[in-house]
């Protein structure tokens, strides 16, 4: 089964698979729905899998923007999008990159090499109090949302610790627990002025039923010692929330999808000039004048690609969208027979990779550690 449910006023899916029990279906609005009860399917089926002992998920990659400025809109909006998934009976469901608190292209907030604007001071402000506390009460409403529709959740969000803000991934299990996050390693470019870096602490790949999961955002995905780290881990369902809308993105995450083995879930946003706020209170730098209402800033290309390198659902370049696909988990079995880049396919006594997955403080407090110390014996 692959869908891509265009939102609109009238939302509709197209699905196509070899299987005749694949179905279309049509709903008419988004509104917050119960979560489906478990012993009432809502689609037959879709056998993918050739052994009946191959577990099958049922993923949906989430492409619409963020309500820039207004978090507690976006989580409402996210919300809508979750209750829709859940409806087509999707077990794993992931977000763009940055999709809470807002990715601000477009945005220079004000910097040049060697001053700063006031305007773009005010700028960070407002950005910084759009972003969230992790542990905090947004991350306490996602994790109600997981549990409600009963799904695994992986969402992209800006988290706001003290002063300094961080490109986040935060994961929640299908019980409506909180799991742990993944913050980016390396923002690109202009990102740096405003997102700090993550550490080797934050790179979890987690064991699941639904398989293991872990992400990385955006061009660290570029990044071969990254993914190595993963690889390492045993991820299974790699997501990549992401910004690039470009035709390059694609080639990226089928060459991921072929080197580790595992299905690639790339969410990105679609967004027009009137989904961020007017100017002159936000200014795209250098187009703005270019630039009408309907302009599309952000196209989307969200994908689900399997282990063996086949697009199974997307690239969608036509709006917001819900783009899903089932995944036969036993085609990373069938795609690490050929290639299994930490196993049978690497060489160790040549080549290896030492992470350093410890956090990294910028001050540390010899008291507390000797208290924490004390208090283990």
Request: glycine share 8%; with cysteine.
């Amino acid at each position: 089964m692959q869908a891509t449910v265009p939102v609109s006023s009238s939302l509709h899916t197209t699905t196509t698979a070899a299987d005749p029990t694949a179905l279309s279906t049509q709903t008419n609005n988004m509104a917050l729905v119960p979560a489906p009860p478990s012993e009432t399917p809502l689609f037959a089926e879709v056998d993918m899998c050739s052994d009946s002992s191959a577990t099958t998920v049922r993923a949906t990659v989430i492409q619409a923007s963020t309500v820039f400025y207004d978090t507690p809109a976006t989580l409402d909006k996210a919300e809508r999008f979750l209750a829709e998934a859940a409806g087509y009976g999707s077990q794993l469901v992931v977000f763009p990159e940055a999709f809470i608190g807002g990715y601000p292209r477009g945005s220079s907030f004000g910097a040049t090499i060697g001053s700063r604007t006031a305007k773009g001071r005010e700028d960070f402000r407002k950005y910084h109090a759009s972003a969230i506390d992790v542990p905090g009460p947004e991350v306490d409403r996602l994790a109600a949302m997981a549990g409600k529709y009963k799904v695994y959740l992986v969402m992209g969000v800006i988290e706001r610790e003290g002063y300094t803000l961080y490109c986040t991934v935060l994961f929640f299990d299908s019980q409506g627990h909180y799991m742990g996050k993944h913050r980016k390693v390396m923002p690109t470019a202009v990102e740096r002025i405003v997102w700090g870096f993550g550490d080797g602490s934050t790179i979890p790949v987690f064991g699941t039923p639904i398989g293991k999961i872990g992400a990385a955002i955006c061009w660290e995905n570029r990044m071969p010692l990254l993914r190595t780290a993963m690889y390492g881990k045993g991820i299974e369902i790699y997501c990549a929330p992401t910004a690039d809308s470009r035709d390059t993105w694609q080639a990226t995450m089928t060459h991921i999808a072929l080197e580790g083995g595992c299905f690639v879930l790339s969410a990105n946003q679609f967004c027009r000039r009137k989904d961020y706020p007017p100017p002159p209170e936000y200014v795209f730098l250098g187009v703005e004048e270019d630039l009408t209402p309907d302009s599309v800033v952000c196209a989307g290309g969200s994908v689900i690609i399997s282990p063996l390198g086949t697009v199974l659902a997307g690239p969608n370049y036509d709006g917001e969208a819900l783009i899903s696909a089932d995944l036969d988990l036993g085609e990373i079995a069938r795609a690490k027979f050929d290639f299994d880049v930490v196993g049978h396919y690497s060489r160790p006594e040549v080549l290896s990779l030492t992470v350093r997955d410890h956090p990294t403080n910028a001050v540390m407090f010899t008291s507390a550690s000797e208290k924490s110390e004390a208090s283990r014996k």
